[in-house]
């Protein structure tokens, strides 16, 4: 990354598309990141979490339903 | 996705990466905001949609000059700290809020998120149109022509063919969002009362907080934090390339982006408060109607200006709200989902980009449907929706795998953490409203 803000100059802007190198050097840390995102794998979720997550989708159902009442009461 | 189409995609972003990078190199701060803002000012503005400044209407209109404008600011300040996180989410991982969420919590987990999204994007963008109609109505513009209308701006996104350009050219529209300001001058406001009420939340609403009020406090919630709002700002950063090096211009973006929406929200509650003085019940009016009743207080040029801002909002926030539909389909699909690539590239993503804009608009189209019942409970949906959306981000914003050193600090947990009691303790006390007869705070 260091090395692409030394060596990009502005003149050469419109053959950027030819210049696949120097996409890779601006883009380093995007690639890098890319990599790193494919090799990641499910999140070890502790039991916890678990419940916190089922609590908040139930909250969401419930929620739902209340909001289903209240559109019935204002409209009869 | 081919190789070809992602080279191209990352050919684009080069060309804006390299413009920051000289920026940065050649200390031209100004230069380098120019370019690095874009994302957290669309999202912000982009959330004072139709709805919401229907909902900021009846509360200016309601309860007038008080206690809702410094609400409405706190919920911009909850609002920056929840899209900040999605700045770093995006700047570290590069990818969008929907990938991160099937990659770490499996597709069971993430169809609930994606459920939640469509949902809610769906609603929202009906109302997008419903305020596009009313704007447009207002001027004598047919329905049909303003929902194609609508349309074909959602649309200009196939056309651009550059993030880069799309962001200008949205940002530009989002920014007539500010048109409320002007309106909010010709109503004459005590401005002593305005900043009084800043300062001491007074006067409260009157008749406390039943549960008319309480539906205004979560629709005026839900017009500032929203799940769409997590989707695309972090499916935007990533579009965008913007990298760790870019945080902090990213927080300033987002900062910048609430306090002009904040301005906005702040100016359509004064510019109706005019209703309320004059004893006027706007409890049940729609969208247009607010224009209308204001004519004797602001004048027809004022009344013009608050139909135009109404239109602009829901066109700002029916494309911003399409765009991130596609990106969270192009990430859960694995398709193409970049502005930055053609059309005939990622078919997939543009078509959904403006078939759920035509749904949406068409559903406005149909003679008798509900419009009015689903402007209302739309930012409540939104609202009820958000303790999980926000789960989710704390949690891979506390990912040490993705984050690295960019994680969470306890800080921003326990803020992040308090806007997530907050809204679910909203939404408990709008249930008891309902539930329970007679239900007042």
């Known amino acids: ?76 | 996705m081919s190789l070809k189409t992602i080279e191209e995609e990352n050919s684009a972003r080069a060309r804006d990466r390299i413009n920051v990078l000289h920026a940065r190199n050649r200390h031209q701060w100004w230069r380098l905001i120019w370019l690095l803002v874009g994302p957290g000012i669309l999202v912000m503005l982009g959330e004072n949609d139709a709805p919401s400044m229907l909902s900021y209407s009846a509360s200016g209109s309601q309860f007038g000059i008080g206690f809702f404008l410094p609400f409405v600011a706190l919920t911009f300040v909850m609002a920056f700290i929840a899209q900040e996180i999605t700045v770093r989410l995006g700047a570290v991982s590069k990818t969008g809020h929907a990938d991160l969420i099937y990659r770490r919590f499996g597709r069971f987990w993430g169809n609930f998120a994606m459920g939640d999204l469509i949902f809610t994007n769906l609603l929202t963008l009906v109302t997008e149109f419903v305020g596009i109609v009313a704007g447009a109505g207002y001027f004598g513009i047919p329905d049909t022509v303003a929902v194609l209308g609508g349309v074909g701006i959602v649309s200009l996104a196939l056309v651009v063919g550059r993030y880069w350009l799309w962001e200008r050219v949205t940002l530009l529209m989002a920014l007539g969002n500010l048109i409320f300001i002007p309106v909010a001058i010709l109503s004459h406001p005590a401005w002593g009362q305005v900043a009084s009420s800043f300062a001491t939340w007074h006067p409260l609403p009157a008749g406390g907080f039943g549960s008319n009020t309480l539906i205004l406090l979560l629709a005026d919630i839900g017009a500032t934090i929203t799940p769409w709002m997590l989707f695309f700002q972090q499916g935007a950063v990533s579009d965008k390339g913007l990298t760790t090096k870019d945080v902090t211009h990213g927080r300033v973006d987002t900062a910048v982006g609430a306090l002009l929406a904040t301005m906005a929200a702040a100016a359509c509650i004064v510019a109706t408060a005019p209703l309320y003085l004059h004893h006027m019940n706007a409890s049940q009016f729609g969208t247009a109607q607010f224009a209308q009743a204001l004519t004797p207080y602001i004048g027809h040029l004022g009344s013009a200006l608050f139909a135009l801002g109404i239109l602009e909002a829901g066109l700002v926030a029916a494309t911003t709200i399409s765009t991130s539909s596609a990106y969270a389909f192009g990430e859960v699909t694995r398709r193409a989902h970049s502005l930055n690539v053609p059309a005939k590239k990622a078919p997939a993503f543009y078509l959904v980009l403006i078939l759920i804009a035509m749904v949406a608009g068409g559903i406005v189209l149909i003679p008798g449907f509900p419009l009015e019942a689903v402007v209302i409970m739309v930012n409540v949906i939104a609202v009820l929706t958000m303790p999980p959306a926000i789960g989710f981000l704390l949690i891979l914003a506390n990912d040490s795998e993705i984050m690295g050193r960019y994680k969470s600090t306890r800080l921003l947990n326990t803020l992040g953490i308090g806007v997530g009691l907050f809204v679910s303790i909203a939404g408990i006390i709008y249930a008891l409203s309902v539930i329970v007869p007679g239900f007042t705070l």
């Open chain 1, 1 to 76: 990354m260091v090395r692409a803000e030394s060596t990009v100059n502005l003149s050469d802007l419109s053959d950027l598309d030819a210049q696949k190198i120097w996409v890779d050097e601006v883009l380093a840390e995007h690639r890098a990141s890319q990599v790193q995102i494919e090799q990641l794998g499910l999140l070890k979720l502790s039991t916890g979490l678990k419940g916190l997550m089922w609590l908040l989708r139930l909250y969401v159902i419930f929620m739902v339903v209340v909001v289903i009442v209240n559109v019935f009461q204002q409209t009869h």
